[in-house]
C-alpha cells in the first residue's frame, strides 16, 4: 500500500481536528478555475476558523437519475483538475470512486476514497480501496442500518486499512424523502474509526423534480441544512461534510442541497460553538452507574 504513510499522518490530523474537520466543495467538478476558486474561498473561511479543510467534488457522478444530466469531467480530466487544487491551494482532496478499476489511479491523487451511499456494501470496490492505503470515507446506503458501516470498515481491514470514515447521510423515508436519525451518529462509532455528518445529501428529495422535458432530478430542502448541521454538531461528530457552491441556483447538480458560500462562515461559526459547548463526542455518562447523589465531577 504505497500511500499507506501519507493516510496515517492525515489520519492522525483527522483524529486531532477540533471541533470537527469539514470535508467541502461543489458536488462535481465543473472547471478548473471553478474548483481552484472555491477550494481557495473554502480554505480562507476555515484557516481564519481553525478547521481542518478537505476539498470535495466529484469527476463523475454516476448515479444521477436522469441519463441527460450533467455528470461531471470524467476521470483522466477530472483528477488533472484535482490535482491541481491540492498542488495550488495545498488542501488534501476526496471524490467518489465507483468501480474498482477506478481505485488505483485515483488514488494517485486523491486522499481520500469515498464509497457512495448507494455502493455501500459493494465488497470488491471496498476492497480496492483499501489496497491502495489511502482513507476510506463511507457513505451509508439510505436503506441500510449502521451496522452495514461496521461490515464494510471489517472489509477494508481484512485488506489491511483501519482508516475508514463512516458517515451518516439520511435514510429513505417513503419513496422520495430522507430523515437523518441521529442515533446512527452513535450507533456507527467504533474504536479508533471516525464518524461524519453529511448535512446536505441528507436534505435531498430524490428524483423529487420533474423539468418541462420530463427529466428528472433530485430536490432538496436547503433551508433545513442549518437544522441538521446543528444536531450532528451537538452529537459530536469527528467531521462535518458539507457540499458548498459560490451560486448554487447554477449549478448543474444538487442546486437544491448546495450550501451558499456567502453563508459558510456563519454557520461554521455556529458548528463550532455547538461542537465546544457540547460533551456529546466524549460520553460524558457512565449508565453503569444509575444510583446514588449527583455527581458535581463535571464542574
Known sequence: MAHEGAAARLWAKL?????????????????????LRMADMIQSVTSRLGIEFIFKSSFDKANRTSASSFRGPGLLSGLEILAAVKSQIGVPVLTDIHEAAHAAPVAEVADLLQIPAFLCRQTDLIAAAARTGRIIHVKK???????????????????????????????????????????????????????????????????????????????????????????????????????????????????????PLRHLPAMLSELSDIAKASRGHRDQYPLDALAGPPDWSFL
Open 141 to 259: 446506503g439510505q436503506w441500510c442500518e449502521a451496522s452495514v458501516l461496521s461490515a464494510a470498515a471489517h472489509k477494508a481491514a481484512l485488506e489491511g486499512n483501519e482508516h475508514v470514515i463512516s458517515c451518516e447521510r439520511g435514510t429513505a423515508f417513503g419513496y422520495s424523502d430522507l430523515i437523518v436519525d441521529t442515533r446512527n451518529l452513535v450507533w456507527m462509532r467504533r474504536p479508533n474509526g471516525l464518524v461524519t455528518a453529511d448535512v446536505t445529501h441528507a436534505l435531498q428529495l430524490p428524483g423529487g423534480v420533474l423539468s418541462s422535458t420530463g427529466a428528472r432530478s433530485a430536490g432538496g430542502l436547503r433551508e433545513m441544512i442549518p437544522t441538521v448541521a446543528r444536531a450532528a454538531a451537538a452529537v459530536g461528530v469527528d467531521g462535518i461534510f458539507m457540499e458548498v457552491h459560490d451560486d448554487p441556483l447554477s449549478s448543474p447538480c444538487d442546486s437544491a442541497t448546495q450550501w
Open 15 to 35: 483524529r486531532a481536528a477540533q471541533p470537527f474537520f469539514l470535508i467541502a466543495g461543489p458536488n462535481v467538478i465543473e472547471s478548473r478555475e471553478h474548483c
